[in-house]
């Protein structure tokens, strides 16, 4: 389950959309998986019958050969966190030392720098919002959003610079694109509704905007680069 595609025998090269094409099929499996996790989680069986529907009949027999190890180092262990955990942790500051060095390299790029450092604006705002208010579906789609705009860029990054993994990088960035357009229409929801005063909105709105439209920039320049490199 990792962003890689199966091994291509033909000479196409992906662009963003083939790679989008490609995410929004790991994505479906993914959400298969955690229905069946949740679903089985209590049954004995858990493992056997998830690797019977995902159609991993190979994990099944790996697991035979190696333990229940090789169930875990497949899927991770159940109280992990979701998919996005590791990309949320470059995103919100939380590294070991291989991250913080990635960190470094990311903040080359002035989109990723900007969505970064409003992502952690965006959690310390909420963090000294009264707990109620923290709960509220529009906040958490505001802070949520703004911290995965920044952990999509970092994804993006981590792909190769040549032709042939560019597309990836676009269709990352795109998303980040998505998460920073959804951070900002939560924002506006929370002003409508009063969550928040005029003159945090308006602070708040800027810097988002300008995170927002330096990942559209930047979106428009890779599409450049990889039309060039075709």
């Known amino acids: 389950m990792n962003n890689v595609p199966p091994e291509d025998k033909s000479d196409e090269v992906w662009d963003e959309f083939k790679w989008e094409e490609f995410m929004q ?43 229940d190890d090789a169930w875990s180092r497949y899927v991770g262990d159940e109280d992990d966190d979701d998919l996005e955990g590791e990309e949320w942790k470059v995103a919100a500051g939380i590294e070991d030392d291989e991250e913080e060095r990635e960190l470094r390299a990311y903040k080359k790029f002035p989109a990723f720098t900007l969505a970064h450092e409003f992502g952690l604006r965006a959690h310390k705002f909420v963090e000294q919002l009264p707990e109620k208010v923290r709960e509220d579906s529009d906040v958490v789609d505001f802070v949520s959003n703004a911290m995965i705009a920044a952990a999509k860029l970092a994804g993006g990054a981590s792909f190769d610079d040549d032709a042939e993994m560019l597309g990836g990088n676009i269709a990352y960035c795109k998303r980040g694109l998505n998460a920073a357009n959804s951070c900002i229409k939560a924002l506006q929801t929370m002003k409508e509704r009063k969550m928040i005063d005029e003159a945090s909105y308006m602070s708040l709105f800027k810097d988002a905007k300008e995170a927002r439209d330096t990942i559209a920039v930047y979106v428009l320049e890779l599409r450049e680069k990889f039309r060039g490199g075709i």
């Not at 493992?47 to 991993?56: L, S, T, V």
């Open 25 to 67: 099929e790991q994505d479906r499996k993914v959400d298969r998986l955690m229905e069946l996790m949740e679903r089985y989680h209590d049954d004995p069986k858990c493992d056997e019958i998830i690797a019977r529907e995902m159609g991993w009949m190979w994990l099944q027999e790996k697991e035979e050969q190696e333990g």
